[in-house]
């Protein structure tokens, strides 16, 4: 489960695929998150280098973490450019999706200090579902590569990107650890396959695919969704999400009915009690063995 909190005039620090985040981006802790953030977090800071900016030392390292740095990427038709975080981990450690459920840490991006910079898209490649003694987690196991498409305020100007990220890594244990990443992206660059494969790997867009209903409960909503995809193979799950809402989602209780994939959740806001939805926010994630779809506001 997570709880989604936002700050007044900051935008979501998790958007999904194909939104835009201006400059700054800050988001929700799950209580796990909340509880981590209170401790001393291990900063690395990082230099923007090709391939892969490496910490500023070895010693630097936070348990956990392999390495990490932005890769630079290339330039796209339309004057953007295509850059990539990339995180590697140690064997069987793991880092959180933009919504880590209650188990995980939400990641936060701040790009207030960078120079140049109209907006960032990120592009988020599908996660995996972990469930431990009955908490369950989204993210990534060893490695995560994501892709981050950088509008520059002035196409005739090079980007000065500067960063503060903050992350959760778990293993038996979990650590918050801060980033620091900066450097200038200008020029065409040349195309990355490990940035393509992580873009390839994002979940397939299903517009229009599912219709939702909400029904009152005692501190909240009730949401049902319908939702018309393919079988994804395994145990389907799916993760709904209310980008820039100050409202936690329970976990989904799915299942296939009548060839519909079938999710329910519960919504309560901070005042618990029901609340008026705008179905056009709703994000809906399906996971699958053999793959994923990702649907953009549900009709009602």
Same mark, same amino acid.
């Given at each position: 489960?997570?709880?989604?909190t936002?700050?007044?005039?900051?935008?979501?620090?998790?958007?999904?695929?194909?939104?835009?985040?201006?400059c700054?981006?800050?988001?929700?802790?799950?209580?796990?998150?909340v509880?981590?953030?209170?401790?001393?977090?291990?900063?690395?800071?990082?230099?923007?280098?090709?391939?892969?900016a490496?910490?500023?030392?070895?010693?630097?390292?936070?348990?956990?973490?392999?390495?990490?740095?932005?890769?630079?990427?290339?330039?796209?038709?339309?004057?953007?450019?295509?850059?990539?975080?990339?995180?590697?981990l140690?064997?069987?450690?793991?880092?959180?999706?933009?919504?880590?459920?209650?188990?995980?840490?939400?990641?936060?991006?701040?790009?207030?200090g960078?120079?140049?910079?109209?907006?960032?898209?990120?592009?988020?490649?599908?996660?995996?579902?972990?469930?431990?003694?009955?908490?369950?987690?989204?993210?990534?196991?060893?490695a995560?590569v994501?892709?981050?498409?950088?509008?520059?305020?002035?196409?005739?100007?090079?980007?000065?990107?500067?960063?503060?990220?903050?992350?959760?890594l $778990?293993n038996?244990? $979990?650590?918050?650890?801060?980033?620091?990443?900066?450097?200038?992206?200008?020029?065409?660059?040349?195309p990355?396959?490990?940035i393509?494969?992580?873009?390839?790997?994002?979940?397939?867009?299903?517009?229009?695919?599912?219709? $939702?209903d909400?029904?009152?409960?005692?501190?909240?909503?009730?949401?049902?969704?319908?939702?018309?995809?393919?079988?994804?193979?395994?145990?389907e799950?799916?993760?709904?999400?209310?980008?820039?809402?100050?409202?936690?989602?329970?976990?989904?209780?799915?299942?296939?009915?009548?060839?519909?994939?079938?999710?329910?959740a519960?919504?309560?806001?901070?005042?618990a009690?029901?609340?008026?939805?705008?179905?056009?926010?709703?994000?809906?994630t399906?996971?699958?063995?053999?793959?994923?779809?990702?649907?953009?506001? $549900?009709?009602?």
């Amino acid at each position: 489960m997570s709880r989604t909190t936002s700050e007044s005039r900051r935008l979501p620090v998790f958007p999904p695929a194909g939104r835009r985040v201006r400059c700054i981006a800050s988001g929700s802790r799950s209580r796990l998150g909340v509880l981590l953030g209170v401790l001393r977090q291990p900063v690395l800071a990082l230099a923007l280098l090709a391939p892969l900016a490496p910490a500023a030392g070895a010693g630097e390292l936070a348990p956990g973490l392999d390495g990490a740095g932005l890769r630079p990427g290339w330039q796209t038709p339309d004057g953007a450019h295509m850059a990539a975080l990339d995180l590697r981990l140690e064997p069987g450690w793991k880092t959180y999706w933009r919504a880590p459920g209650d188990a995980g840490v939400p990641p936060r991006f701040d790009f207030s200090g960078s120079r140049n910079l109209g907006a960032v898209r990120f592009h988020w490649p599908t996660p995996q579902v972990f469930d431990l003694n009955g908490m369950r987690s989204i993210g990534y196991k060893d490695a995560l590569v994501l892709p981050l498409e950088i509008t520059p305020r002035d196409p005739a100007r090079p980007v000065h990107l500067s960063a503060k990220i903050e992350i959760g890594l $778990c293993n038996h244990i $979990c650590m918050p650890v801060a980033l620091t990443l900066s450097g200038d992206l200008d020029g065409k660059g040349t195309p990355d396959p490990a940035i393509r494969a992580a873009l390839g790997a994002t979940p397939r867009p299903a517009p229009g695919a599912a219709r $939702c209903d909400v029904s009152p409960i005692r501190d909240g909503l009730r949401l049902r969704a319908e939702i018309t995809a393919p079988n994804l193979g395994g145990n389907e799950v799916t993760l709904v999400e209310l980008p820039g809402a100050d409202i936690w989602v329970s976990e989904t209780r799915t299942r296939r009915e009548k060839g519909h994939l079938v999710s329910e959740a519960d919504l309560v806001p901070p005042e618990a009690q029901p609340f008026a939805l705008d179905r056009s926010r709703v994000v809906l994630t399906v996971l699958g063995r053999t793959g994923a779809v990702e649907i953009a506001g $549900c009709k009602g």
